[in-house]
Nanobody, 120 residues
Framework: QVQLVESGGGLVQAGGSLRLSCAAS????????MAWYRQAPGKQRELVAH???????NYADSAKGRFTISRDNTKNTMDLQMTNLTPEDTAVYYC??????????????WGRGTQVTVSS
């Protein structure tokens, strides 16, 4: 079994910064990619940043220049450094990963999310 756990969400004023973290654990052989998604009330879940293992990260247009995704492959962790936050960034942020398990089964996993609220 594989688990993803997010942390680092909270309440911040516009213009502030937050750093989100995701830790993957369990029966992991390797991780093909990790990504951050977010979902605001009444809206579709959207991709924020995507980090292929040994590849180049990509970002949603709304995140470019403000957010930075990073990975530590030795610890199976992923961070999202968010700066210059605006109220439009308010959402539940989810960790997502494609994992090759020790059963040699490739599956996508989701964390339960962490709330980010940006006040004006």
């Amino acid at each position: 079994q594989v688990q993803l756990v997010e942390s680092g969400g909270g309440l911040v004023q516009a213009g502030g910064s937050l750093r989100l973290s995701c830790a993957a654990s369990g029966a992991i052989v390797n991780i093909n990619y990790m990504a951050w998604y977010r979902q605001a009330p009444g809206k579709q879940r959207e991709l924020v940043a995507h980090s292929p293992t040994n590849g180049v990260p990509n970002y949603a247009d709304s995140a470019k220049g403000r957010f930075t995704i990073s990975r530590d492959n030795t610890k199976n962790t992923m961070d999202l450094q968010m700066t210059n936050l605006t109220p439009e960034d308010t959402a539940v942020y989810y960790c997502n990963a494609e994992v090759l398990s020790k059963a040699y089964l490739v599956s996508r996993f989701w964390g339960r999310g962490t709330q980010v609220t940006v006040s004006s």
